[in-house]
């Protein structure tokens, strides 16, 4: 059984200053569920930069390896054809589709380990811990496991930042 | 830390000065008009767009069913000009097919806002645009069930590879690329719509088709944030993408050895060109969307004025690509050269010719005055006149290099047949087909996005 704090707003400014004082009040913030990216939620809930460019940079230059090498390979190695007397190694020729292979595998390897990495793929169940998140509400759900769960000083950083629903729940394994 | 909140707000209200969206929507309001668009019955105009288009696309698909069982023969190609009507209709679908992309990629990199209530249909028109553009070289094979041979693949023939070396071969690449990442990019955009969608069905059917369509997307902000980086990293791929597929589709020509054809100037007045033709096809499409599907408050004259000034400032530089190709031809002192460009101007295709440039260095000057570029009517016509010259572009690139080659006595004229043009009404019928589904069945506006650039106003009506 695991308990949770939700807490839910009507704006993303309430959203941002309420997660930036649960943060500093120490709870442990489990997510929050947004209709669009709030700016500067990331900073509040103390999520590092994503790391996804890196593995983007990774794919490119795999890309650019298979581009370069395949065609040299193809052309040169595997089966050299004599094409207007031009060398079997037509590196500069070359260029164009290793650009193209480099952005295919760079885009297709992101998008593919941003959604294994996110768990958003084709028939997955989404978790909603509160309606309308797709729509106009805010929420932060909280981790209410932990003894040193502060439920009065949670409701009233909720009201602070006027909240206009908080409530628990409970959620079998 | 509330100082912080404080800056963040201020920092949002300053960028959002002014509304890019009328009629003072909330976050529930841009949900319930461009989800209801989905919910509510076609209006008339619909109806009747979506009746000629697929009647367009009904005759383009007898014509290709005839040319494919009769052969190439069908169409008016000869010896001489053996490129015509089918690679015109190719360039001027990829170019089209450049606005969106532009739109969702550069000018998200530019951080121009007001790209958010335009850039999913654009994107939309993009990928549309891009699958007719490739059916052209397809069916020109006169064997299109060969066509998987244009990809290298290891094969019983020999094996017998593409030559890498011809940029017909590098077109293969750049479109199939340009295809792919358009439409990961345009559906990665989507997901987060799909799941407001999802989450405001009200039948079964509906709630299992957009269950499954947005990969059960949560709104979680954990995703969100890497989502943004991911969304990020895309435009910066597409943006140097968009450039390279049109400049590869100019090395065509410029790589070869015909007058007209190969000059080192194509890469860049092909881009601008494309860019130019693309945004008058937006323009288009979204005077008759926003009317059809009642988004003015959305699609606002603003936006509209955006995308005439990006036109006249690509006008420009097609203009000056035509001016240096006549200073060229001149300056080079090659005779082949300046027969080319004399025969163009004033030869049998001078009617083509002055069509293009009438269309194309006349019509964006009207923009400059804003009462024209207000006036949905005029920029409607405009854009049209725009469509035209560009399709007429191509095409005189294409058949004049090529009708008066080296030998006087190998000169032959072109005319399209009637499959040809009814080929080229086809491809029309399915852009316009495919285009009228999509405002039909999916979130036309980016729900997601411009809710992040909306004025903010609570729930409970203060303003905030």
Redesign the interface.
Known sequence: MKKYFVVSF????DL??AT??FK?SGFTLL???????????????G?K??R??KI?FMFAFIGLTVGLY??YW??AV??P?N??G?PWN?MP??M??A???T??F???G??FT??W????????????YA??????RFVIVLTKDLRSFNSEKAEKISTTHSA?DWHEILESE | ??K??EI??AN?VESLRKPLVHGNK???TV?NDVVGIMDKKPTGLWWIGFIIAASALTLGIVAVSYQIMTGIGTWGLNKTVGWAFDITNFVFWVGIGHAGTLISAILFLFRQKWRTSINRSAEAMTIFAVICAGLFPIIHMGRPWMAYWMF?YPNTR????V???S?L??DV??I??YL??SA??WY?GM??DL??V???AKTKVKKWIF??L?????????????????YG??AG??A??VV?VHT?VS?DFATSAIPGWHTTTFPPYFVAGAVFSGFAMVLTLLIIARKAMRLEEYITVKHIENMTKVIILTGGIVTLSYATEFFMAWYSGNGYEQFVFLNRAMGPFAWAYWIMVGCNLLTPQFFWFKKIRTNMIMVFILSIFINIGMWFERFVIIVTSLHRDFLPSAWAMYKPSYVEIATLIGSFGLFFTLFMLFIRYLPIIS???V??VLQ?K???GGE?
């Open positions: 009507d704006n993303e400014y941002v200053n930036q004082e500093n997510d929050a569920f947004t209709p669009y990216a709030v700016h500067g939620l990331d900073k509040a809930m999520l930069p994503s996804l460019s983007c395949g065609q193809i052309s595997n089966w054809i094409i207007g031009k037509s020729g070359f164009p589709i650009f193209e292979t952005v295919l760079a885009g297709l992101t998008v941003l959604l990495r996110t768990g958003v793929l084709p028939g997955r169940k989404p978790k909603i309606p309308d998140v797709t729509d106009d206009f | 830390m509330k912080m909140g963040i707000m949002h909330n976050l529930k949900t290298p020999g094996p017998l590879w030559n890498f070396r940029p071969a590098w690449f750049a199939g690329t792919i990442i990961v990019f990665i997901i987060p799941a407001t999802r989450d405001r269950g499954f947005s990969f059960g997307w949560s709104g979680s902000f954990r995703t969100w944030h890497r989502y943004e980086t991911v990293l895309l791929l597409a140097p993408l390279s590869i090395f729900i997601g996005e809710k992040s903010f609570g729930r409970h905030k």
